[in-house]
């Protein structure tokens, strides 16, 4: 009975009552006890929704069908009216109005015979009228132009036109089919608001013209409005518009607005009547259509004959209907998706949009134009809570009353309110998209939806379109250059020193104002746009001078970059005022990479390989961690990093030698490259505490104690520093009965994610790395770079040779890259926050050499170890305790 109750408690007739039944309905149906079910009929016969379909339903359905009937069919006489507002096609008006409003059946009855939505409503759509209207024009100047005759011009337009609306639905059917409804994305939303707020200036300056009967257009010909007879005539309609506007948008009945439109014309008749008008005065006063005859069905399909149509206009037209499927696909998208938000659930936008698409071929197969979902009738009808396909059958069954009607709807409808409903449309878009916008959108692209605005106005629908694409563009560059951020942050790498070497580096490599190791995470693309804007930042935050002259001197002539920066900085720009005043350059710079999105040629040579030869003449070892894959080979092709890894790998142990660092760091005007930033804070950690202690380096590091086994009790005495005896008192850590040693295999798991944390873990021999995803074989693809000169196989990846073993690094070092984000070594201990905040664990372990040795400590080893060794399980607890305060180190 709760569901009912909730039922209940909402108003009788308000939408959010009528949204809830509909939805609610099916549950009820299948899940209900008999009680319910019988409560539920009830408030649906108070809604027009029963379980068997009555008479009420079926009078529901009529209702909610002439409700929109109502709404629809004055805006589609006018979208005749903005399609064929050229001239020469006045004399036909009638019939091409009631051609409109069969494309819109047409559209009907494509959604209610293939869309998933039960009340869809589709028509002709105003998204695409500026473009049939556009080629419509063309055809006919052109046509004109050359002498041919009003039945050749009106052949050739409706071919071409429905030709290109059938064109249309094929590529939208394709679209859905390969589900590319995302690629209209790609056209940016500013660019497609100031497009939709040009269709409403469009809509709105055919409303007027329709009103005083009169051509509009260009922007010179609202001076007929200022004529005293084109005014009076004028005004009523820009009235109508506004009331009509007033009442969608401040109106809380949703059937305020078919009840307005229905008054209008009937107060506008009564009060003529009253002062004595008839309607032959009214004609001839210009406030109702001329005088004419209906045209009979089979008259609309004789306005074509194919042996007039001229072929030879359709490339003229063609730039025209891409612009068209761009549109109309970006709008489409929209209402899908504003459909399926107020509904509550997402829809499948490539299968509505290849029903769109259907819709649209079945259109222009029988002489029809573009459409789509009408998303505010969809939206009320899905809201009465009568979800049924017989709304869209009399909505159907209306437009065909009127196509075969032989009433001339045109000669007895006021032509201000015929043109109030396009009025109408051109206030509530040029609204929404020129102000109320401005509350959605950054002022850059605000700007932007003005400009395409303009352009269009000036420069026409396509020129105008594509000037705003190339606008935003642009904006969207100058925005990204200053999106990439450079943050200092104060990472320690897990490598496993002794307290007296962790001293070492505290007052020599992290202390002070001038620290000697320096790490910088770089995040967001770095492209030509942005590449001098990132070379500014590194080089204010590590203290070095860009106008320096040796640094002049250094650079390569003849590269595209090399002397950029030089002449158009000078000394004045670089020694900010305030701004991190007498910094001393550090000794080693890390930058890490991983958030890096994008780098391209230009940034490659114009900020890192500019950076590697200014901070080799402060003798600044600059590394890089963290790369992706195209990063590593962007920086390799363009000398910024030493192209052979196995080169590199020498450099590297060169630099860890004392006797041969000296040499081997002033020769080097490289970036080294590492896999992690752990790694690369390591590399850059053992020079400084070698300087204290001749030929030392940690005790993880594999080439220092390669595989040996280390055990548990000699690991922890070392990274806690213990006396000989705490020593002792770790001696007896070795009993099988407090730990466990296990020995894996390469690319074994420790541990899965997500998995209870039963212990915690010290890396005896071998190494361990973290992992966010397993390590799977990995896709021959990902080794390809895609260049200038084709595909290149990527070789030469920063696989941290000395990290894991050779089968592993040829078999799943593209898996690493995507996968580990730290490693451990000998002396490396993990595993131990899950398992001391008893959570699931965070991320999954895997042995990346073989014959990895890890000491296995339990929770049933603790209590063991607590109950029988109270003063050995305190030193463990200290470990551990030096555990996590390391790893907040590295992570801060």
């Known amino acids: 009975m709760a569901n009912y109750d909730e039922v209940n408690k909402l108003r009788p007739g308000d939408p959010e009552s009528l949204s809830y039944g509909a939805t609610s309905s099916v549950r009820f149906e299948e899940e209900g006890s008999p009680e319910e079910k019988r409560l539920l009929n009830k408030i649906n016969l108070s809604r027009g929704k029963?379980?068997?379909?009555g008479v009420q339903h079926y009078a529901y359905c009529v209702v909610y069908a002439l409700v929109n009937v109502i709404i629809g069919a004055p805006a589609l006489y006018g979208y005749a009216a903005v399609i064929f507002n050229n001239p020469i096609f006045d004399g036909h008006m009638n019939?091409?109005?009631?051609?409109?409003?069969?494309?819109?059946?047409?559209?009907?009855?494509?959604?209610?015979?293939?869309?998933?939505?039960?009340?869809?409503?589709?028509?002709?759509?105003?998204?695409?009228?500026?473009?049939?209207?556009?080629?419509?024009?063309?055809?006919?100047?052109?046509?004109?132009?050359?002498?041919?005759?009003?039945?050749?011009?009106?052949?050739?337009?409706?071919?071409l036109l429905c030709l290109g609306t059938a064109a249309l639905g094929v590529v939208l059917i394709l679209m859905g089919k390969f589900r590319l409804a995302d690629a209209v994305a790609y056209l940016p939303m500013p660019v497609v608001g100031g497009y939709?707020?040009?269709?409403?200036?469009?809509?709105?300056?055919?409303?007027?013209a329709l009103c005083i009967s009169t051509p509009?257009?260009?922007?010179?010909?609202?001076?007929?409005?200022?004529?005293?007879?084109?005014?009076?005539?004028a005004v009523p309609g820009l009235l109508a518009g506004l009331v009509l506007t007033m009442t969608s948008r401040l109106a809380k009945s949703s059937g305020a607005l078919p009840m307005v439109m229905i008054v209008i014309p009937a107060l506008f008749y009564l009060i003529t009547f009253l002062l004595g008008f008839s309607l032959d005065?009214?004609?001839?006063?210009?406030?109702?259509?001329?005088?004419?005859?209906?045209?009979?069905?089979?008259?609309?399909?004789?306005?074509?004959?194919?042996?007039?149509?001229?072929?030879?206009?359709?490339?003229?037209?063609?730039p025209t209907w891409v612009g068209m499927v761009f549109v109309v696909s970006f709008s489409s998208c929209l209402d899908v998706a504003a459909i399926g938000i107020d509904r509550g659930e997402a829809l499948d936008t490539n299968k509505e949009l290849a029903t769109v698409g259907i819709c649209n071929l079945m259109s222009g197969v029988t002489f029809g134009f573009t459409g789509s979902y009408i998303f505010s009738q969809t939206i009320f009808t899905y809201r009465t809570g009568v979800h049924d396909r017989t709304i869209g059958v009399l909505i159907m069954v209306a437009f065909?009353?009127?196509?075969?009607?032989?009433?001339?709807?045109?000669?007895?409808?006021?032509?201000?309110?015929?043109?109030?409903?396009?009025?109408?449309?051109?206030?509530?878009?040029?609204?929404?998209?020129?102000?109320?916008?401005?509350?959605?959108?950054?002022?850059?692209?605000?700007?932007?939806?003005?400009?395409?605005?303009?352009?269009?106005?000036?420069?026409?629908?396509?020129?105008?379109?594509?000037?705003?694409?190339?606008?935003?563009?642009?904006?969207?560059?100058?925005?990204?250059?200053?999106?990439?951020?450079?943050?200092?942050?104060?990472?320690?790498?897990?490598?496993?020193?002794?307290?007296?070497?962790?001293?070492?580096l505290n007052d020599g490599a992290y202390s002070g104002g001038s620290p000697r190791i320096v790490t910088l995470e770089v995040i967001g693309p770095v492209f030509f746009g942005s590449a001098l804007h990132l070379l500014n930042l590194i080089t204010d935050e590590i203290g070095l001078d860009q106008s320096d002259g040796d640094f002049a001197g250094s650079m390569s002539p003849g590269t595209p970059h090399s002397s950029s920066v030089i002449l158009t900085k000078n000394q004045s720009f670089y020694m900010k005022s305030g701004k991190k005043p007498h910094i001393r350059p550090p000794s080693y710079l890390v930058l890490d990479l991983a958030g890096m999105t994008n780098l391209d040629a230009s940034a490659a040579r114009g900020c890192f390989l500019q950076l590697a030869k200014m901070c080799a003449k402060k003798r600044i070892m600059v590394c890089a961690a963290g790369a992706s894959n195209k990063t590593e080979w962007m920086l390799r092709s363009h000398d910024v990093s030493l192209v052979?890894?196995?080169?590199?790998?020498?450099?590297?142990?060169?630099?860890?030698?004392?006797?041969?660092?000296?040499?081997?760091?002033?020769?080097?005007?490289?970036?080294?490259?590492?896999?992690?930033?752990?790694?690369?804070?390591?590399?850059?950690?053992?020079?400084?505490?070698?300087?204290?202690?001749?030929?030392?380096?940690?005790?993880?590091?594999?080439?220092?104690?390669?595989?040996?086994?280390?055990?548990?009790?000699?690991?922890?005495?070392?990274?806690?520093?213990?006396?000989?005896?705490?020593?002792k008192v770790l001696g007896r850590l070795e009993d099988k009965r407090f730990h466990e040693k296990i020995v894996l295999k390469s690319n074994e798991k420790v541990f899965y994610k997500n998995t209870y944390p039963?212990?915690?873990?010290?890396?005896?021999?071998?190494?361990?790395?973290?992992?966010?995803?397993?390590?799977?074989?990995?896709?021959?693809?990902?080794?390809?770079?895609?260049?200038g000169a084709g595909r290149v196989e990527q070789k030469n990846m920063n696989s941290a040779i000395d990290l894991f073993d050779d089968k592993f690094i040829a078999e799943q070092k593209d898996a690493l890259k995507k996968g580990v984000v730290a490693v451990w070594r000998i002396g490396g201990i993990f595993g131990y926050l899950d398992y001391l905040m008893e959570r699931q664990r965070v991320f999954q372990a895997a042995a990346t050499q073989e014959g990895t040795m890890i000491a296995k400590v339990t929770r049933s080893h603790m209590d063991v170890l607590k109950s029988e060794d109270p003063e050995l399980h305190a030193l463990v607890q200290k470990a551990l305790l030096y555990a996590c305060t390391m790893d907040l180190a590295y992570r801060s």
């Open 50 to 53: 029963t379980n068997h379909k």
């Open 196 to 208: 939709l707020a040009f269709i409403g200036y469009f809509c709105l300056q055919a409303g007027v």
């Open 216 to 233: 509009m257009m260009n922007l010179l010909d609202w001076g007929h409005i200022f004529d005293k007879g084109n005014f009076v005539l």
């Open 95 to 159: 019939a091409l109005s009631k051609l409109v409003i069969f494309s819109s059946l047409m559209h009907q009855l494509g959604f209610t015979l293939f869309s998933n939505l039960e009340y869809a409503i589709g028509m002709v759509q105003d998204a695409g009228l500026i473009f049939l209207s556009h080629m419509a024009n063309t055809i006919a100047d052109r046509m004109v132009d050359d002498g041919h005759s009003e039945e050749e011009i009106l052949s050739t337009t409706l071919v």
């Open 644 to 727: 052979d890894v196995e080169d590199e790998q020498l450099v590297k142990e060169r630099l860890l030698d004392p006797e041969l660092r000296k040499g081997a760091k002033s020769s080097l005007e490289k970036i080294l490259l590492f896999l992690t930033a752990q790694e690369a804070l390591e590399f850059c950690e053992t020079p400084i505490v070698q300087s204290s202690n001749k030929s030392k380096r940690s005790l993880s590091s594999s080439k220092l104690v390669g595989s040996e086994e280390q055990s548990i009790s000699f690991v922890l005495a070392y990274i806690l520093g213990s006396s000989n005896e705490e020593a």
């Open 758 to 787: 039963d212990a915690f873990y010290v890396v005896l021999s071998g190494c361990v790395a973290r992992q966010t995803t397993s390590l799977i074989p990995p896709d021959p693809r990902s080794k390809l770079v895609l260049t």
């Open 281 to 318: 005065d009214l004609r001839s006063a210009g406030w109702v259509g001329a005088h004419a005859p209906s045209v009979p069905v089979s008259d609309l399909f004789r306005l074509v004959d194919f042996g007039m149509v001229r072929w030879d206009l359709v490339p003229e037209i063609l």
């Open 400 to 504: 065909l009353y009127i196509v075969v009607s032989p009433v001339n709807v045109l000669e007895i409808s006021p032509l201000f309110f015929l043109g109030s409903t396009l009025i109408f449309i051109g206030y509530d878009l040029m609204l929404e998209w020129l102000w109320e916008v401005r509350h959605q959108v950054f002022l850059t692209e605000y700007l932007i939806v003005c400009f395409t605005f303009c352009a269009i106005q000036v420069v026409g629908i396509n020129f105008g379109v594509v000037v705003g694409v190339l606008v935003a563009i642009v904006e969207h560059i100058f925005s990204t250059a200053h999106n990439t951020v450079v943050n200092r942050v104060e990472k320690r790498s897990n490598a496993v020193w002794s307290p007296s070497d962790l001293k070492i």
